[in-house]
Antibody, heavy 119, light 110 residues
């Protein structure tokens, strides 16, 4: 399976960051998987944002829950991230990844995409 | 939902062993056998090296091993090689279908 992130590299403060992850080599609606977003601030560690289960259930990092939404488009084999009211603190490399149900570990990752929040 | 604690750096000479620690709480590391370790080279996406505390994905050398005692998990890299120089991150299931990562450890091969 391969994952590829896409979306704007520059977002203005207070706007909504929107990214899409296109999955190839496997269906996002296949049972047994979680599809996740993870970010990495420049020069810093990883931060789990949330994931969507193949059933459609979503789970989010409590610290971001009020601003995050993850959805899936099974017809396009894609899942998406929306992060609202962004600030410079949301500048990061955003990765999409796949986890196996019952194994909370990301075995497959996209290459990552840098999103800068700046006016 | 605080980040797991890792030492910022670790080092060892080629052929030696090095152990990286990852300390959490009874709500994450200590509460579940779901600790994972990732290797990240500069400019690259992380790579899963260990999951479920001790298991290795196919293709990961057996020089990489994981363990856990109480609220602290560890990754040991034996027979250090130059290509092992990278950042390493731990992660743990934290209940309620949530995950938490560590701050990362930079491993230097001297």
């Amino acid at each position: 399976v391969q994952l590829q992130e896409s979306g704007p590299g520059l977002v203005k403060p207070s706007q909504t960051l929107s990214l899409t992850c296109t999955v190839s080599g496997g269906s996002i609606s296949s049972s047994g998987y979680y599809w996740s977003w993870i970010r990495q601030h420049p020069g810093e560690g990883l931060e789990w944002i949330g994931y969507i289960h193949y059933s459609g259930s979503t789970y989010y990092n409590p610290s971001l829950r009020s601003r995050v939404s993850i959805s899936a488009d099974t017809s396009k084999n894609q899942f998406s991230l929306n992060l609202s009211s962004v600030t410079a603190a949301d500048t990061a490399v955003y990765y999409c990844a796949r986890l196996v149900d019952g194994v909370p570990a990301a075995g497959h990752w996209g290459q990552g995409t840098l999103v800068t929040v700046s006016s | 939902h605080s980040a797991l604690t890792q030492p910022p750096s670790a080092s060892g000479s080629p052929g030696q062993s090095v152990t990286i620690s990852c300390t959490g709480t009874s709500s994450d590391v200590g509460g579940y056998n779901y600790v994972s370790w990732y290797q990240q080279h500069p400019g690259k996406a992380p790579k899963l090296m260990v999951y479920d505390v001790i298991k290795r994905p196919s293709g990961v050398p057996d020089r990489f091993s994981g363990s856990k005692s109480g609220n602290t998990a560890s990754l040991t890299v034996s027979g250090l090689q130059a290509e092992d120089e990278a950042d390493y991150y731990c992660s743990s299931y934290a209940g309620g279908n949530t995950l938490v990562f560590g701050g990362g450890t930079t491993l230097t091969v001297l």
